[in-house]
């Protein structure tokens, strides 16, 4: 099983980003998604994650300004990020629980990373 995430890039201060993150290879059953980031010198942080039936969560530091979607058929999450701000530079990596066999229990993958920079 692997995540492969994208999307990333350099955008000015208000600008906008999608970044998308598809599971591929052995997948039975896919739980949890979410988009997790880190900052230089910080540790890792939640963003948002939604669940299969489509219940969203934020980080209040992105609320209003990030969505959370997936297409379950594709086995894809995919954060779009509006009025981005510096301090939303770093890396951000997307994550799944999910079930690789049916006689597997959840496991947490992770994608590869993202850089996004916010700067003009």
């Known amino acids: 099983v692997q995540l492969q995430a994208s999307g990333g890039g350099l955008v000015q201060p208000g600008g906008s980003l999608r970044l998308s993150c598809a599971a591929s290879?052995?997948?039975?059953?896919?739980?949890?998604m979410g988009w997790y980031r880190q900052a230089p010198g910080k540790q890792r942080e939640l963003v948002a994650f939604i669940t299969p039936g489509g219940s969203t969560n934020y980080a209040d530091s992105v609320k209003g300004r990030f969505t959370i979607s997936r297409d379950n058929a594709k086995s894809t999450v995919y954060l779009q990020m509006n009025s981005l701000k510096p301090e939303d530079t770093a890396v951000y990596y997307c994550?799944?629980?999910?079930?690789?066999?049916?006689?597997?229990?959840?496991?947490?993958?992770w994608g590869q990373g993202t850089q996004v920079t916010v700067s003009s």
């Open positions: 290879g052995s997948i039975f059953s896919v739980n949890f």
């Open positions: 994550a799944a629980d999910l079930r690789a066999t049916v006689v597997r229990g959840f496991e947490r993958y």
